[in-house]
C-alpha cells in the first residue's frame, strides 16, 4: 500500500523508526543467518526485539517499554516472570534442569491437572501443543482400531502434518471439504485420515453420525483462535453427547484455553468434558510444556512397553523434565489456590476491555468488533455477523495492518497473528490505558480514510 507523508500512518511508522534502530540492526543481521526468527505468522508491523519482561509490560533493545498483549502467545496468565513461578524455578535450578530419567515432580503435576479436569484420569508430558494433538490422534487411532480424524473448519492444532487440514473456502459452510495448508504434506492425509466439520454448527452431528466406522476421533477447541466465542457451550453440549452415542472418541485441544477460561479450562467453563485433552501454554508458567490427558482405558496403550503390538508409541528426551514440572506445579498450585476470585477478575476485566471497544466503534459507527472470550482476544475489522472462520472473507485488511503499526506506536504489542491475551499482571489501569490506545489507533486509522 502508498501512505502519503503527511498521512496518520506515516507519522506512526516514522515515530516507531525513530525509537527502534538496535531492533533493526538486529533483524538485519538475522536475515543472513535465520529464514525465519519464530514463524512467518508472528511478524511485527516494525522488527521489535524483546530484552526483559515484568508483569504486564516488557522491554525491547532500545529500551522502549510496551504494554504487553502477546503474553508469551498465550503461557502467560499470571504475567511475565511471576514471583511464585520464578521462586519455584530458582529452586529447582540448584538441583538439576534435565535428567532423562523419572523425576518425582511428574506425578506432582499430573494430579494438578487431575484436580482442574476430573477426566484426567492418566497423563502424559511433552514438549508443545503440537505434540499432545498428535499423540491424542495416535491414541484414539490405537484404541479404535479407525483411521480417520475429525477436526473443525478454523481450529487449530498445531504443526505437525495431521493438523494441517482447513476447511476449502469454496465447499459448503454445513460440509466443508478439506484442503492442505502450504505444501509438504502428503495428500493421502487429507484423502484418507481426516475431515473437516462445520464449527458451531449442528450440521456437524450428522457427519459424525454418517462417518461414525470410519471416525477414531473428534477433536474440537473449546474457544477458536481467530473467533474466540463465549456462547458455544449448549453446542459443545450436544458435541459430547453425539460423540458418546456414535462411540467416536472426543478430544478437547485445551492448549490455548487450559488454565485461562478457569482452572478447569474450556472443560470447566462451558460445562463440557471428553475422552482426551491437551494442554499446554499456561500449564508451566511459560515454560515449553504440552500435555495429553484423559481416560484411563485410552491413555494406558501409550504405556506399554516398546514393541508391544498392542500399544502407542510416544518419546521425548525433555518431555516432563524437571524444570518444567516445577514451573507447572508452582503455577497450577497458585491458581488452584486462588481460583475463586482469580479467573472471574480476569475474564471480568477481558470482557470490560472488549465492551469499551465495542462501544467506541458502535458509537462512531466503525467497521470494526473485538471478539472475546475472557482474556482471548481477536479483533477483526468489520461490523458484527461473525459466527466463524468462514464470516471473515470480507474483512478490511488494509484498515487492520493500520491499526496496529498505530497500536504499537501507542506502547501496545499485539502479536502478529492478532491473537491475543491479558493476564492477573494487567490491573484496571493497564486495561484502561490499552483501551484507550485501541479507541486512538481507530480514529488514526479513520483519519487516512481506512475505515
Known amino acids: 500500500m502508498t501512505v502519503s507523508a503527511e498521512s496518520a500512518g506515516a507519522r506512526a511508522r516514522q515515530s516507531l523508526a525513530d525509537r527502534t534502530p538496535k531492533s533493526r540492526d538486529v533483524h538485519k543481521k538475522s536475515a543472513d543467518v535465520l529464514p525465519i526468527e519464530v514463524v512467518p505468522t508472528f511478524e511485527m508491523p516494525t522488527p521489535i526485539y524483546i530484552r526483559s519482561s515484568e508483569g504486564a509490560t516488557m522491554t525491547d533493545v532500545d529500551g522502549n517499554t510496551y504494554i504487553d498483549l502477546t503474553m508469551g502467545f498465550g503461557p502467560h496468565v499470571l504475567g511475565h516472570r511471576p514471583k511464585v513461578v520464578e521462586d519455584a524455578l530458582h529452586d529447582q535450578l540448584t538441583r538439576g534442569w534435565h535428567f532423562g530419567l523419572h523425576n518425582e515432580r511428574q506425578e506432582e503435576l499430573a494430579h494438578l491437572i487431575a484436580d482442574a479436569a476430573p477426566m484426567a484420569e492418566r497423563t502424559i508430558f ?12 495416535r491414541a484414539a487411532r490405537g484404541f479404535t482400531g479407525k483411521n ?59 457427519l459424525i453420525r454418517a462417518n461414525k466406522d470410519e471416525l477414531a476421533l473428534v477433536m474440537v477447541q473449546p474457544v477458536q483462535n481467530t473467533v474466540p466465542r463465549d456462547d458455544v457451550g449448549p453446542w459443545l453440549k450436544e458435541l459430547e453427547t453425539v460423540c458418546r452415542e456414535a462411540q467416536v472418541l472426543l478430544l ?8 485461562r477460561l478457569g482452572f478447569g479450562g474450556g472443560m470447566e467453563y462451558f460445562g463440557v468434558s471428553g475422552d482426551l485433552a491437551t494442554f499446554g501454554k499456561a500449564l508451566a508458567g511459560g515454560l ?26 510416544m518419546g521425548g528426551t525433555f518431555s516432563g523434565n524437571p524444570l518444567t514440572m516445577a514451573g507447572g506445579i508452582a503455577t497450577l498450585g497458585h491458581m488452584k489456590e486462588h481460583q475463586v ?81 491479558t493476564s492477573t499482571a494487567h490491573k484496571p489501569e493497564h486495561i484502561d490505558r490499552v483501551a484507550t490506545a485501541f479507541q486512538d489507533a481507530l480514529m488514526a486509522v479513520r483519519e487516512d480514510g481506512l475505515i
Open 148 to 206: 480417520r480424524v475429525a477436526v473443525f473448519d478454523g481450529c487449530y492444532h498445531g504443526a505437525h502434518d495431521y493438523a494441517l487440514v482447513k476447511a476449502d473456502p469454496e465447499s459448503p459452510r454445513s460440509e466443508p471439504g478439506a484442503k492442505i495448508m502450504g505444501t509438504g504434506v502428503p495428500r493421502t492425509i487429507r484423502d484418507d485420515t481426516m475431515m473437516v466439520l462445520p464449527y458451531a454448527d449442528a450440521a456437524a452431528f450428522d
Open 288 to 313: 515449553p510444556i504440552g500435555a495429553l490427558s484423559g481416560r484411563a482405558e485410552v491413555m494406558d496403550l501409550l504405556g506399554k512397553p516398546w514393541g508391544d503390538p498392542k500399544g502407542v508409541f
Open 252 to 259: 478437547l485441544d485445551e492448549v490455548v484455553t487450559g488454565f
Open 341 to 421: 476470585t482469580l479467573f472471574p477478575a480476569l475474564n471480568s476485566e477481558g470482557d470490560r476491555l472488549a465492551n469499551a471497544v465495542n462501544s467506541f466503534c458502535e458509537e462512531r459507527q466503525m467497521g470494526a468488533t473485538l471478539l472475546n472470550a475472557g482474556s482471548i482476544f481477536y479483533m477483526h475489522f468489520k461490523r458484527g455477523g461473525i459466527a466463524s472462520s468462514r464470516d471473515l472473507a470480507d474483512e478490511n485488511h488494509e484498515a487492520e495492518h493500520e491499526f496496529y503499526v498505530h497500536l504499537l506506536d501507542k506502547g501496545v504489542i499485539v502479536p502478529g497473528i492478532h491473537l491475543f491475551f
Open 126 to 137: 511433552c514438549n508443545s501443543g503440537t505434540e499432545a494433538t498428535m499423540y491424542g490422534m
